[in-house]
């Protein structure tokens, strides 16, 4: 088989890459090495920035986010006895976020798919990705027990952290950055209407806590564990018990009900330069990871499929490569902020096992200035909210 865009990867990044390309007539195989189902469940992101929630639009895979999907335009933060809502209208220009599940942006994707015949193939994973140097490059793949190839003109990485493409970019050109924080997170969905109207992350000496949600009638919290926590010990009395002292709701009862799934996701920050060597590319996870605690994942991820479908639609309708010969640079711009971002939201509100009271002070005299300076409330509001596409 041959095509024009090799996909390697069905997230968010291959399936609305994808997407952008079937738009423009371009044409692309999406392969995807597990089955549909377990793509459509896997519980991960819940937050759409401003950006995301207008590429999805414009990508005409927004019917089901407007008309289910959570508008927000705050977030409390909560600290040392201390709560605070910045507001992200007010600070960003009108920008706000959406709550709505990735595993809703997966299913409305797979379904435009299906509806329009794109060619997105589960169940095929990709063992190696060749030729990257050459004009044709080769992808090498299992289909249903079938040893297959696929030829391109071009490859996309969008397999997420443990996958096989970004291992195509030469040793002796890949440059990798890489942080693991001293803690994880054990995320839980509960059948409970959410205690808050918006999110609330909060900062305990016993550690992070997030509240977040799914709907008017499901929760989605957060809560810092040590690495290598097993889910298993924390029954449902002990994760409310232990979230209900984190978020301290002064007089406030957190609702209780019972916890549908839980797991445990280690924290990690990194990022895989260049996202681009020869006719492979790299978006999404592929190329970069974040802690979730800036929610900025799957809406980098978004990010990447856009600004690259951009680049390979010029190549097709003008022969110019610049924005495809920009692309690395163009992303990797926006990767660092969110990094950076990502990083100081994490670094602030966790509680690190080893940190001094030293270390407290500090966070607490950071959370303060947020809480004083509107300006302080702005940068972290701007970055929350997403900054405009490049
Ligand atoms: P993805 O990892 O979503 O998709 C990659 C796809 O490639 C997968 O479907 C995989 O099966 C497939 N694949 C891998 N190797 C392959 C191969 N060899 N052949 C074919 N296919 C292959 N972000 C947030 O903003 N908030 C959160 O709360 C949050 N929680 C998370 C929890 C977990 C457990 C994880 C792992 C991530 C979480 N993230 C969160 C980040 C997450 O949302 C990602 O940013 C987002 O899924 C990125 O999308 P993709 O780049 O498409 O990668
Ligand atoms: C979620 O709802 O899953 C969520 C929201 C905000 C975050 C992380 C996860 O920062």
């Known amino acids: ?19 952008l390309l079937r738009l423009a007539d371009i044409d692309c195989v999406v392969l995807e090495r597990r089955d549909r189902a377990y793509v459509e469940q896997r519980q991960r992101a819940g937050v759409l920035e401003q950006s995301t929630v207008d590429a999805l639009r414009e990508a005409g895979a927004a019917e089901r986010l407007d008309a289910e999907g959570l508008v927000h335009s705050g977030v409390e933060l909560r600290w040392d006895g201390r709560s605070h809502r910045i507001d992200f209208p007010s600070l960003t220009g009108g920008r706000r976020v959406w709550v709505y599940a990735q595993t809703e942006v997966v299913k409305d994707l797979i379904a435009l798919h299906r509806a329009t015949g794109t060619p997105v193939h589960f169940e ?32 996309v990485g969008c397999d997420g952290y443990h996958g096989v493409a970004r291992t195509a970019v030469p040793q002796g050109v890949r440059r990798t950055y890489e942080r693991v924080y001293p803690y994880s997170w054990l995320g839980v969905t509960a059948e409970v209407p959410p205690s808050c109207d918006e999110l609330v992350y909060a900062h305990s000496p016993r550690g992070f806590a997030l509240h977040s949600m799914r709907s008017p009638e499901v929760s989605r919290l957060y809560l810092q564990v040590p690495n290598g926590t097993d889910p298993a010990h924390w029954s449902d009395e002990r994760i409310w018990d232990e979230l209900e002292a984190r978020f301290a709701l002064d007089g406030r009862q957190l609702g209780r009900g019972p916890v549908t799934a839980k797991a445990v996701l280690p924290l990690r920050s990194s990022v895989t330069e260049p996202m681009r060597h020869g006719r492979l590319f790299l978006a999404g996870d592929a190329a970069h990871i974040v802690p979730p605690t800036g929610a900025k994942g799957l809406n980098l991820a978004v990010s990447d499929a856009v600004v690259l479908a951009r680049a390979l639609v010029r190549r097709r309708h003008t022969g110019e490569t610049d924005l495809l010969d920009a692309y690395s640079d163009t992303c990797l711009r926006r990767v660092w902020r969110a990094e950076h971002f990502s990083y100081f939201m994490t670094t602030t509100l966790h509680t690190d096992p080893g940190q001094s009271r030293f270390d407290t002070r500090l966070q607490i005299a950071q ?6 300076s509107p300006h302080a409330e702005a940068e972290l509001a701007l970055n929350y909210a997403g900054l405009p596409l490049p």
Do not use: K
């Open 1 to 19: 088989m041959h095509t024009t865009v090799a996909v390697v990867g069905g997230g968010p990044a291959g399936l609305l890459l994808a997407r």
């Open 124 to 155: 095929a994973e990709v063992r190696a990705v060749e030729g990257v140097d050459t004009e044709r490059p080769t992808v090498r793949y299992t289909h249903r027990g079938q040893e297959r190839t696929l030829t391109c003109d071009y490859v």
């Open 367 to 372: 959370l303060d200035r947020i809480a004083a």
